[in-house]
C-alpha cells in the first residue's frame, strides 16, 4: 500500500472511532438476538443433517425456519435452499396473496429493477414513467392484478397525504422497499417503516404490509415485522446468509401469507410441508450466527469507503456521519474512466478471479453499458465485496458487501492507487 494512501485511509479509520462504537453496539444486540434463538430452540448437532426426497419432517429445515421466525419476533418463515434469490422469494409473496381484481400499491416508488417483469411493467427510456400497454406474460398484470406507485418525497420520507389518497378498497398488499437498491434514494429506516405501517393501520386495517427486506438485516437492531409489517422477504446470498450460505431465499411474517407464498412455492394444499434441506441447513445456521458480526464488517466497509471518497472531495450517498438501514455505498465519480478505474481496483483486490478487468457491457433491462466487479466465493454473492454502475452520469457505483473490513480497506488502496495514477 503506498504510503499517502494508507495514511489517508489510516486517518479515516481514526476519526470514524464513535462510528465504530455505535456498530459494534448494535453487532452485539443481534448477536445475542441469534444466539438467544438457537439455545431457545435447542439446536443440537443432528439438526445439520439433511433431509431428501420430499423432505417431509426434515428436522434441520423446522429449526431453521424455527429459528428465523423467533430472530424476526414472527409466527412463520420459509427458509429454502430452493428458493433461489430475493426476487424467487418476492415473487412467491406477490403471486401468493394477490389475486385478480386485486391492486398492489407501493409506496416508495418504482421498485427493484428485477420487479418490473413480475408486477408487468416495461419501463421505457425514461425510467420514471412505464408503458401500461405492454405487459409480461405470466406477470401480476397479465393476471389482471393492478398496480400503482406513490413516490417518495424529495427528501426521501413517505408522502403520507399521497398514501391516504392512493389507498382504496380494492388495495390488497402494500411494498415497502426498505434499501435503496440501486438508486440514489436514502434507504428507509425501521422507524421510518414504523411511522408508515401505524399510519395506513389506522386508514385500513386489512391491507397487507409486505417489506422488501434486500440488503437490510442486521443494519438496525429491529426487523419490519416488529415495526408493524406483515410480511418480508429477502436472499440469504445477501446480509442473513452471512457470506456461508451459497443459495437460498427466506420469508417471514404471518403463518397464513407464509403458507399462501409457500403453496406457489410447492403447490396448493402442499405448500410448506415438503422440501427438503438436503443439508443446507448447516451453512444456513451457521451463516445466520455470524451474519449480525458480517453485516457489521460491510457496513464499517462502507463507511470508510464512505469518508475517504469524502474527504478526496466526492459525493457520497449516503455520507459517512449518516443513519444506515441497508449496506450499499455508493460514489458519484467524475467520468466513465474513473468507474472503470474504481472498478477494477476492487477486481483486482479480489480473493477469486483478481486476475480478470471487468469490462462495460449491455446489460438486458438497462439503456446503458453496466460494469460489475465481483470475485466472490458465491455466485452473485453481495453480501461478499462487489460494486456495479452503470456507464452514464451521475458516473455513480453502488458498492456493498465486504466479508471482513480490513479486506475492504484493502480493497479501497487498490481503488485509489487506480484513480491517482490516471
Ligand atoms: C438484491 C435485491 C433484490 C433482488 O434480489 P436478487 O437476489 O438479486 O434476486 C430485490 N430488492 C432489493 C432491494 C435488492 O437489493
Same mark, same amino acid.
Given at each position: 500500500m503506498k504510503r499517502d494512501i494508507k495514511q489517508l485511509i489510516d486517518r479515516c479509520d481514526k476519526e470514524l472511532q464513535p462510528v465504530w462504537n455505535r456498530l459494534e453496539e448494535i453487532s452485539l444486540f443481534n448477536h445475542e438476538k441469534v444466539l438467544n434463538a438457537f439455545q431457545q430452540y435447542r439446536l443440537? #448437532? +443432528?439438526?445439520?443433517q439433511g433431509g431428501t426426497g420430499y423432505g417431509y419432517d426434515d428436522l434441520g429445515r423446522e429449526a431453521v425456519e424455527s429459528i428465523y421466525s423467533n430472530i424476526f419476533r414472527t409466527d412463520a418463515a420459509l427458509v429454502r435452499p430452493q428458493i433461489i434469490s430475493g426476487t424467487h422469494a418476492i415473487s412467491l409473496c406477490l403471486f401468493g396473496v394477490l389475486r385478480p381484481g386485486d391492486n398492489l400499491l407501493s409506496i416508495c416508488g418504482k421498485p427493484y429493477d428485477t420487479l418490473d417483469k413480475i408486477i408487468g411493467l416495461k419501463y421505457e427510456? *425514461?425510467? *420514471? #414513467?412505464?408503458?401500461?400497454s405492454v405487459s409480461t406474460p405470466g406477470s401480476l398484470r397479465d393476471l389482471g392484478v393492478k398496480y400503482s406507485q406513490v413516490e417518495l418525497l424529495p427528501n426521501g420520507g413517505f408522502d403520507f397525504p399521497a398514501i391516504e389518497r392512493a389507498i382504496h378498497k380494492e388495495t390488497k398488499m402494500i411494498l415497502i422497499q426498505r434499501s435503496r437498491g440501486y438508486t440514489l434514494r436514502p434507504a428507509l429506516s425501521i422507524a421510518q417503516i414504523e411511522e408508515a405501517c401505524r399510519f395506513i393501520r389506522e386508514l385500513n386495517k386489512e391491507v397487507i404490509i409486505f417489506v422488501d427486506n434486500c440488503y437490510g438485516e442486521f443494519v438496525e437492531k429491529r426487523e419490519p415485522i416488529e415495526a408493524g409489517a406483515d410480511l418480508i422477504a429477502g436472499s440469504l446470498?445477501?446480509?442473513? !446468509? !452471512? !457470506?456461508? %450460505? $451459497?443459495t437460498g431465499g427466506y420469508i417471514a411474517g404471518r403463518s397464513d401469507l407464509v403458507e399462501l407464498a409457500a403453496y406457489r412455492w410447492t403447490a396448493p394444499g402442499v405448500g410448506s410441508e415438503i422440501g427438503p434441506s438436503l443439508g443446507f441447513s448447516r451453512s444456513f445456521l451457521q451463516g445466520l450466527f455470524l451474519a449480525p458480526m458480517i453485516v457489521s464488517e460491510a457496513l464499517k466497509g462502507a463507511i470508510l469507503t464512505a469518508k475517504v471518497f469524502e474527504t478526496l472531495g466526492y459525493d457520497v +450517498? $449516503? %455520507?459517512? *456521519?449518516a443513519q444506515r438501514s441497508d449496506i450499499v455505498q455508493s460514489v458519484i465519480l467524475r467520468s466513465p474512466k474513473e468507474i472503470i478505474d474504481f472498478c477494477h481496483g476492487i477486481q483486482a483486490a479480489s480473493p477469486i478471479d483478481s486476475h480478470v478487468a471487468p469490462e462495460p457491457w449491455a446489460m438486458p433491462g438497462y439503456n446503458d453499458p453496466v460494469i460489475m466487479a465481483a470475485g466472490t466465493f458465491t455466485q452473485g454473492s453481495s453480501i461478499e465485496l462487489s460494486c456495479d454502475a452503470p456507464i452514464? $452520469? $451521475?458516473?455513480t457505483v453502488y458498492m456493498q458487501g465486504g466479508l471482513s473490513s480490513n479486506y475492504v480497506r484493502l480493497a479501497l488502496s487498490y481503488v485509489l492507487e487506480r484513480l491517482h495514477n490516471n
Amino acid at each position: 500500500m503506498k504510503r499517502d494512501i494508507k495514511q489517508l485511509i489510516d486517518r479515516c479509520d481514526k476519526e470514524l472511532q464513535p462510528v465504530w462504537n455505535r456498530l459494534e453496539e448494535i453487532s452485539l444486540f443481534n448477536h445475542e438476538k441469534v444466539l438467544n434463538a438457537f439455545q431457545q430452540y435447542r439446536l443440537s #448437532s +443432528f439438526h445439520l443433517q439433511g433431509g431428501t426426497g420430499y423432505g417431509y419432517d426434515d428436522l434441520g429445515r423446522e429449526a431453521v425456519e424455527s429459528i428465523y421466525s423467533n430472530i424476526f419476533r414472527t409466527d412463520a418463515a420459509l427458509v429454502r435452499p430452493q428458493i433461489i434469490s430475493g426476487t424467487h422469494a418476492i415473487s412467491l409473496c406477490l403471486f401468493g396473496v394477490l389475486r385478480p381484481g386485486d391492486n398492489l400499491l407501493s409506496i416508495c416508488g418504482k421498485p427493484y429493477d428485477t420487479l418490473d417483469k413480475i408486477i408487468g411493467l416495461k419501463y421505457e427510456n *425514461d425510467q *420514471d #414513467s412505464y408503458d401500461s400497454s405492454v405487459s409480461t406474460p405470466g406477470s401480476l398484470r397479465d393476471l389482471g392484478v393492478k398496480y400503482s406507485q406513490v413516490e417518495l418525497l424529495p427528501n426521501g420520507g413517505f408522502d403520507f397525504p399521497a398514501i391516504e389518497r392512493a389507498i382504496h378498497k380494492e388495495t390488497k398488499m402494500i411494498l415497502i422497499q426498505r434499501s435503496r437498491g440501486y438508486t440514489l434514494r436514502p434507504a428507509l429506516s425501521i422507524a421510518q417503516i414504523e411511522e408508515a405501517c401505524r399510519f395506513i393501520r389506522e386508514l385500513n386495517k386489512e391491507v397487507i404490509i409486505f417489506v422488501d427486506n434486500c440488503y437490510g438485516e442486521f443494519v438496525e437492531k429491529r426487523e419490519p415485522i416488529e415495526a408493524g409489517a406483515d410480511l418480508i422477504a429477502g436472499s440469504l446470498i445477501k446480509n442473513i !446468509g !452471512g !457470506g456461508i %450460505a $451459497p443459495t437460498g431465499g427466506y420469508i417471514a411474517g404471518r403463518s397464513d401469507l407464509v403458507e399462501l407464498a409457500a403453496y406457489r412455492w410447492t403447490a396448493p394444499g402442499v405448500g410448506s410441508e415438503i422440501g427438503p434441506s438436503l443439508g443446507f441447513s448447516r451453512s444456513f445456521l451457521q451463516g445466520l450466527f455470524l451474519a449480525p458480526m458480517i453485516v457489521s464488517e460491510a457496513l464499517k466497509g462502507a463507511i470508510l469507503t464512505a469518508k475517504v471518497f469524502e474527504t478526496l472531495g466526492y459525493d457520497v +450517498f $449516503p %455520507a459517512s *456521519d449518516a443513519q444506515r438501514s441497508d449496506i450499499v455505498q455508493s460514489v458519484i465519480l467524475r467520468s466513465p474512466k474513473e468507474i472503470i478505474d474504481f472498478c477494477h481496483g476492487i477486481q483486482a483486490a479480489s480473493p477469486i478471479d483478481s486476475h480478470v478487468a471487468p469490462e462495460p457491457w449491455a446489460m438486458p433491462g438497462y439503456n446503458d453499458p453496466v460494469i460489475m466487479a465481483a470475485g466472490t466465493f458465491t455466485q452473485g454473492s453481495s453480501i461478499e465485496l462487489s460494486c456495479d454502475a452503470p456507464i452514464r $452520469p $451521475p458516473y455513480t457505483v453502488y458498492m456493498q458487501g465486504g466479508l471482513s473490513s480490513n479486506y475492504v480497506r484493502l480493497a479501497l488502496s487498490y481503488v485509489l492507487e487506480r484513480l491517482h495514477n490516471n
